[in-house]
């Protein structure tokens, strides 16, 4: 059995508009540490990160903590949203969760994210079975990996959109199945 700890990262500054490099707030950072104290017993034995910079700031107090390197996984990154038109992000997004193919101009639907993401975490599976693994991500991202083992979609996204940071523990049997699945935890923030 393979253990992999998703987790959402910590609150973000909405401020920055570079989806790559935007931080953590203060908050998020102070939060970050909840995180570590959560999983820094837990037998993790890999630390695997989208390369944006609050995913990677969300797990640097875990990878502190252990002495764990932090593995970067450019597949695991964001979803790119493209140039949408609009006044409500909220209704784009439920455009995307209606037609999973749908995407703005330059963007990627959810149908590519979920493949792309899925497919790093086969590999991941792969490469690390039987071992312990905290994995941070983001959002969107976490939202398509979950909805590809279950209905997720669009009312799970929403109920997590304020979740930051969010920890689900997912135990994956040696063919990729997943055995169990429990949220360990949920700090609620305002998405901003």
Not at 100 to 114: I, P
Not at 117 to 144: M, W
Not at 169 to 184: A, Q
Request: glycine content about 6%.
């Amino acid at each position: 059995m393979t253990t992999v700890y998703f987790i959402r990262h910590a609150q973000s500054d909405r401020f920055h508009h570079d989806d790559r490099t935007r931080p953590l707030t203060a908050e998020g950072l102070s939060d970050t540490h909840k995180v570590s104290e959560l999983l820094k017993n837990a037998g993790i034995q890999h630390i695997i990160s989208s390369p944006y910079k609050r995913t990677v700031q969300t797990v640097q107090s875990l990878s502190d903590e252990t002495g764990i390197e932090i593995e970067m996984c450019e597949m695991l990154r964001e979803r790119n949203a493209g140039v949408w038109h609009g006044d409500n992000f909220i209704d784009f997004i439920r455009q995307q969760w209606e037609d999973r193919n749908y995407h703005a101009e330059g963007g990627e639907s959810l149908s590519q994210v979920q493949e792309r993401c899925i497919g790093a975490l086969n590999e991941i599976l792969d490469r690390y079975k039987g071992q312990t693994i905290a994995l941070s991500t983001h959002g969107t991202a976490l939202s398509v990996m979950l909805d590809h083992y279950s209905d997720f979609g669009f009312r799970g996204f929403m109920r997590i959109i304020d979740f930051m940071p969010y920890v689900v523990k997912i135990v994956f049997s040696e063919d990729k199945k997943p055995l169990s699945s429990e949220e360990v935890l949920v700090i609620k923030k305002e998405y901003k």
